[in-house]
């Protein structure tokens, strides 16, 4: 079965920089997209930044310019840099990885990032 492991979350200053890891067993790298969500207390669990099999990234608004998403196949990790965090992005932030074959959604456990002003 597919399992995904989560590392990296932390607490930083505003301004700070933060890399998050996941890899992803049980699954072929060609045959699979990912993607990092946040979740904040009281708000709904949004996208961040997704990578696809052939490595097109996409970001949302608020993440364009500061965090950067990256794939290595051999290792099977998808990483999320994340630079000149703010307080607002304080979340837990989970990794999606989606079989392209099967439709399915498989989900890390997440892990907490805490930015302070």
């Known amino acids: 079965q597919v399992q995904v492991v989560e590392s990296g979350g932390g607490s930083v200053q505003a301004g700070g920089s933060l890399r998050l890891s996941c890899k992803a067993s049980?699954?072929?790298?060609?045959?699979?997209?990912r993607g990092w969500y946040r979740q904040a207390p009281g708000k709904q669990r949004e996208l961040v930044a997704s990578i696809t099999a052939g490595s097109i990234t996409n970001y949302a608004e608020s993440a364009k310019g500061r965090f950067t998403i990256s794939r290595d196949n051999g290792k099977n990790t998808v990483d999320l840099q994340m630079n000149s965090l703010k307080p607002e992005d304080t979340a837990v932030y989970y990794c999606?990885?989606?079989?392209?074959?099967?439709?399915?959604?498989?989900w890390g456990q997440g892990t907490q990032v805490t930015v302070s002003s």
């Open positions: 999606n990885v989606r079989n392209l074959w099967t439709r399915r959604d498989y």
């Open positions: 049980g699954i072929i790298s060609s045959m699979e997209t």
